[in-house]
């Protein structure tokens, strides 16, 4: 069986996107006790700072944007603009995670681990997924995608790229 390009940057995604959530179920969250969320629509902008816990969510016309930090430590910031979305959340300490979503696009932003960062960038009517682990970093931007560290995931569905990294495993 042959599988043409846009049949395998479908399957891609969908790894990339169950690998994001078990990278979720399996290192869990932070300190709940200390979370701030933000979330702004259509014009709004939201900010809350609760310790060294910080949040920010900025969302322009018809846009969306949602923020949290789970931890004592870190910081989300959502952008979204011209009918985008972003979530951004953060469950690790000394993370941050950064997501934003423009021109309809959907940037979906998680860290997970301690001194970790992920960063998404939807634009034009896609998504993009960035999931980081631990002391790692999952990247998904017009730029390219990347992921380092020893766990990472990150999926752009408008250029059909993806990395996943567990430990020694490294997918491109």
């Known amino acids: 069986m042959r599988l ?6 479908v399957l891609f995604g969908l790894i990339a ?6 990278m ?11 979370a701030t969320h933000c979330t702004a629509n259509n014009n709004q902008r939201v900010e809350h700072e609760q310790g060294r816990s910080h949040c920010v969510a900025n ?25 985008g979305t972003a979530t951004a959340e953060n469950n690790g300490n000394n993370s941050a995670a950064l997501a934003s979503g423009i021109y309809g696009g959907h940037g979906y932003a998680y ?9 998404a960038q939807g634009r034009h009517g896609g998504t993009t997924i960035a999931v980081s682990g631990a002391a790692g970093g999952a990247y998904a931007t017009g730029d390219g995608v990347a992921c380092l560290g020893s766990q990472a995931v ?3 569905s408008t250029s059909g790229r993806g990395c996943l990294r567990w ?5 491109r």
């Open 59 to 83: 969302a322009g016309p018809g846009s969306q944007a949602t923020a949290r930090d789970n931890t004592n430590n870190g910081a989300a910031l959502a952008v979204a603009t011209t009918r």
């Open 111 to 119: 860290s997970q681990g301690p001194y970790s960062t992920a960063v």
């Open 154 to 156: 990150a999926y752009d």
């Open 4 to 9: 043409g390009p846009l049949s395998v940057r």
């Open 167 to 171: 430990g020694s495993i490294n997918l």
């Open 24 to 34: 979720t179920s399996l290192l869990g969250g932070g300190e709940a006790s200390a």
């Open 17 to 22: 996107v169950a690998a994001a959530f078990g």
